[in-house]
């Protein structure tokens, strides 16, 4: 089945730099669009950044155009979100996703931007 499994969130200071990353499995993990979400509290979760199969394009939220970048290693089924200049707005839980049919999910993990 599916699994998408999520690291490297954190405390951070602001401006700082952290880089998260998302393992798939059960699927062909370089056929597919790779997204990461994220989702502050009392907030809708909102799309980060996404990046192709074969990760020649890429699309970011405003936001964090700039200071976000989305990369993967499709030998290692990985998808990655480096986050640099780091702002107390970007405090929210971190989810990779993906869709093959139904959208899939990971467990997310937490980044914290505070002084």
């Known amino acids: 089945q599916v699994q998408l499994v999520e690291s490297g969130g954190g405390l951070v200071q602001p401006g700082g730099s952290l880089r998260l990353s998302c393992v798939g499995s059960?699927?062909?993990?370089?056929?597919?669009?790779m997204k990461w979400y994220r989702q502050a509290p009392g907030k809708e979760r909102e799309l980060v950044a996404e990046?192709?199969?074969?990760?020649?394009?890429?699309n970011y939220a405003d936001s964090v155009k700039g200071r976000f970048i989305i990369s993967r290693e499709n030998g290692k089924n990985t998808v990655y979100l480096q986050m640099n200049s780091l702002k107390f707005e970007d405090t929210a839980v971190y989810y990779c996703s993906t869709r093959r049919g139904i959208e899939y999910w990971g467990q997310g993990t937490q980044v914290t931007v505070s002084s």
């Open positions: 059960g699927f062909t993990f370089g056929f597919y669009i």
């Open positions: 990046i192709s199969a074969a990760g020649g394009s890429t």
